[in-house]
């Protein structure tokens, strides 16, 4: 019951916190693994915590400027069956664009920091394509979340 509410309210709840740390060590990971060659690259693990801080922080932030209050509503698409009925085709089209969209954003704004703190190491094409590689893993987690939560 409790991961079948939004994730604005999960956010803040250890399964949260849990939640998003499996996806912060998922990504920096992979990141590491792609750039660095090995399993574990401080620098790299540093910088996929700082991008997913920062974009958390515009996701609250742009969140509730755009719908008066409520944070990571519009950010992270993480519903549940109160929420959006994914057998309605109006639904599942505008949670799809939806989700598409906050991939875009989230890749642009997790790319502009990694590429900050790893430019000296690695040329910005290469940290284009970490992250790139590392926020498929963390959507594909998240649409599997959202379809077995909506379901």
Request: aromatic share 14%.
């Amino acid at each position: 019951m409790l991961l079948n509410v939004s994730f604005g309210i999960t956010a803040f709840l250890p399964m949260g916190w849990l939640f998003m740390a499996f996806v912060i060590l998922g990504e920096a990971f992979l990141m590491s693994i792609y750039l660095a060659k090995k399993k574990a690259d401080k620098r790299i693990y540093w910088s996929a915590a700082i991008s997913n801080v920062v974009s958390g922080v515009v996701g609250i932030v742009s969140t509730m400027i755009l719908n008066g209050g409520w944070w990571l509503v519009v950010w992270f698409p993480w519903v549940s069956s109160h929420e959006v009925d994914i057998h309605n085709p109006t639904q599942l089209t505008g949670l799809i664009i939806y989700y598409i969209i906050a991939l875009i954003l989230s890749v642009l704004i997790e790319l502009m920091v990694n590429h900050l703190i790893l430019r000296k190491q690695y040329p910005f094409k290469k940290t284009l394509n970490a992250t790139l590689i590392a926020n498929a893993f963390s959507y594909v987690i998240g649409a599997i979340l959202i379809i077995l939560l909506c379901i």
